[in-house]
């Protein structure tokens, strides 16, 4: 049974940084990794996909500002997210792709605000 835990969600100012963590269990191989989320109101979106060959997508509204990395030995993602906006406030989603199946996490939630 594939389980996937995020960490590393909380309150933070705007301007500020948060790392978020994605541990993948239950699942061998390679595959692809990535992040989505969902505001209050709105459709989930991408925010950062990393494929099982290294090639990197972002979402637009995060370019710049978040970089996704893996620990393939640890079946770990990471979402370094800097420069927050209150615009990122939203639940946040782990994602895994293999064999055109679709394993999602729990949610973490990250709040930018004052």
């Known amino acids: 049974q594939v389980q996937l835990v995020e960490s590393g969600g909380g309150l933070v100012q705007p301007g500020g940084s948060l790392r978020l963590s994605c541990a993948a269990s239950?699942?061998?191989?390679?595959?692809?990794m990535g992040w989505y989320r969902q505001a209050l109101g709105k459709e989930r979106e991408l925010v950062a996909v990393?494929?099982?060959?290294?090639?990197?997508n972002y979402g637009d509204p995060v370019k710049g500002r978040f970089t996704i990395s893996r620990d393939n030995a640890k079946n770990t993602v990471y979402l370094q997210m800097n420069s927050l906006k209150p615009e990122d406030t939203a639940v946040y989603y782990c994602?895994?792709?293999?064999?055109?199946?679709?394993?999602w996490g729990q949610g973490t939630q990250v709040t930018v605000s004052s």
């Open positions: 990393i494929t099982r060959l290294g090639w990197l």
């Open positions: 239950g699942i061998i191989g390679i595959y692809d």
């Open positions: 994602n895994v792709v293999k064999n055109n199946n679709n394993y």
